[in-house]
C-alpha cells in the first residue's frame, strides 16, 4: 500500500504529545505571536524535532530510513537523501565528497552559484566549459561534447565533471556521451539536476541519474509540492563514496533538521505515485494547448525548442516581437496578479504546475489583454545578437588557495576591467553567476552588467552605486 511513512509518524506523534517540554519554542503552536497564529496554527503542531518515533536525519534508523527508501525506489537508484537546505546543501555535499583540494574539476559555466560555493570550499581547480548559446531566448544552454574533449586534451588529469542539467529554462541535454568520455578517463559525473524532480515521470524527460550521471540533486521544492528549500539527493554508481557523502550532508546541513519540510518530500514522493496515467497526460495536454494559445497572440511567442534538447513540459519561455524587454514584460504580467518565475532581457519564464492549472480562463484572459496593450508599443527593429561571454575553456585568474591570503578593494564597476572579481556578480533570479569569484573581469562582462542593470535586473555582489569588491592582480 502506497503511503508517507514520515508523514504518518508525525500524525501519531501529534495525538500523543499532550505537553511539551522540548524545543521548538513555540511548544506545539501553543507559544506564538496571535495576530499570526491563524495561519501557521494548523501546521505547527508537525514542526517537531528528534523525539521518540519520529527517527534522526542524521542517523536514520525508522519512518525517515523507510522514507527515503521509498525515494530511492521510486526513481530507481541506489540510494537517495532527503535534503533540508535545497540543491544547494546537495550540491556543497556531492563536491566535498568527490573530490581533494587541488584537483582538476571540469565545470559548465552557467552553473548555481551553490556549485561555485562548493568548488571553494573543496580547494578545487575549476575548469570552466562555455555553453552553448540560444539564438532565439539569448540564454545559455549545455556543454558540447566537442569543449569537454578539447579540455580533456588539455587537462587529462581531470577528476571529475558537473554539468547543469536541464537549464534553468528547461532544455535538457543528453549526457550519455559525455559521462562515456569522463568515465573513460576515471572521472565522475556529477549533475546539478534543480529543476527536474519530476523527470522520470511518463511524458517528461529522462533523468540525468538513469543517463550516465553518478549523483544527482533535484530540487523537489521547484516542480514538486514541497515546502522550499526540500530538495533531493539520488546516487546510482559504486563510484561514489557513500561514507564521505553522508558526512559532507551532516556537515552542510543544519543538525535541527525541519521535520515539515522533510514530511513535504515523503509526500511529493507519494504525490508523484498517485498521479495516473490519465493524470499525467492531462497535465501534458493543458501545458501544449496553452502553449498554442500563446503563439496565437499577435504579439507573444513561445522560444522554440533548439535541436538536439528536450524541452521539459513545464517550462514555458515567452518573449514579445515588441521593442520591451522581459523585466518589463513581467512587470506588466504583475500589475495584473501573475508572478512569473523569471525575466531576463529578452524572456519571462513560466513554470506549470504539476496538476490541474487552475482559473485556465480568466489566465488566458491576463494575455490577451497584455498581447493587446503590446500592440502600441514600438516595433523591435532589428535582430539582437547571441553572443557567448566566456572563452570555450578557461580557468580561475587566481586559485581559491591564493584568494584567502589577496587583500580585497572596492572599485566601481565601470572601472573594474583588469582586476579579478573577489565574490561572483549574479543575477537573481536564475543564480548563474555573470562574474565568477576569482575570474578576470573583461569588458565584455562589465558592458553586460550594466545592459542587464539598466534593463531592470536584480544582482547579488554588487555593492551600492555600482560598486564591487575585487582584488588587485596588477
Known sequence: MKHAPLYEALLKHTKNNKWSFHVPGHKNGQVFEKTAKPFFQPVLSLDATELTGLDDLHHPEGAILEAQELLSSFYNVKKS??????????????????????????????????????????????VFLSPEMDEDGGFPLGVSLETVKKAIKRYPELRGIILTNPTYYGLQQGIEDIAEVIHAHNGIVLVDEA???????????????????????????????????????????????????????????????????????????????????????????????????????????????????????LKITVQSDKDISGFELQQLFEAKGLYTELADDRNVLLILPIGTMNELAELKEVFYKISEKLSSYKSRSERIQTVSLFPQVSTLEISYHDM???????????????????????????????????????????????????????????????RMHVFDIS
Open 81 to 126: 537523501y532527503f535534503l533540508i537546505g535545497g540543491s544547494t546543501s546537495g550540491n556543497l555535499a556531492m563536491i566535498l565528497s568527490s573530490f581533494f583540494p587541488d584537483d582538476i574539476v571540469l565545470v559548465q559555466r552557467n552553473c548555481h552559484k551553490s556549485v561555485l560555493n562548493g568548488l571553494e570550499l573543496a580547494g578545487v581547480k575549476p
Open 195 to 313: 529543476h527536474g524532480a519530476h523527470f522520470g515521470l511518463k511524458n517528461m524527460p529522462q533523468s540525468a541519474i538513469h543517463r550516465g550521471a553518478d549523483v544527482v540533486v533535484q530540487s523537489a521544492h521547484k516542480t514538486l509540492p514541497a515546502l522550499t528549500m526540500g530538495a533531493f539527493l539520488h546516487v546510482n554508481s559504486d563510484q561514489v563514496d557513500e561514507y564521505r557523502l553522508s558526512q559532507a550532508l551532516q556537515m552542510v546541513q543544519s543538525s535541527s533538521p525541519s521535520y515539515l519540510i522533510m514530511a513535504s518530500l515523503d509526500l511529493s514522493r507519494l504525490y508523484m505515485e498517485n498521479l495516473s496515467q490519465a493524470d499525467l497526460d492531462y497535465i501534458i495536454l493543458q501545458a501544449d494547448e496553452f502553449r498554442v494559445f500563446i503563439n496565437s497572440l499577435e504579439h507573444l511567442h513561445t522560444v522554440k525548442t533548439p535541436a538536439g534538447y528536450n524541452l521539459d513540459p
Open 404 to 466: 584567502k591570503r589577496m587583500r580585497v578593494k572596492q572599485v566601481q564597476m565601470e572601472g573594474a576591467e583588469g582586476y579579478a572579481a573577489a565574490e561572483a556578480v549574479i543575477p537573481y533570479p536564475p543564480g548563474i553567476p555573470l562574474i565568477a569569484k576569482g575570474e578576470k573581469i573583461t569588458s565584455e562582462s562589465i558592458r553586460r552588467y550594466l545592459y542587464l542593470k539598466e534593463k531592470g535586473a536584480r544582482f547579488q555582489g554588487v555593492c551600492e552605486q555600482n
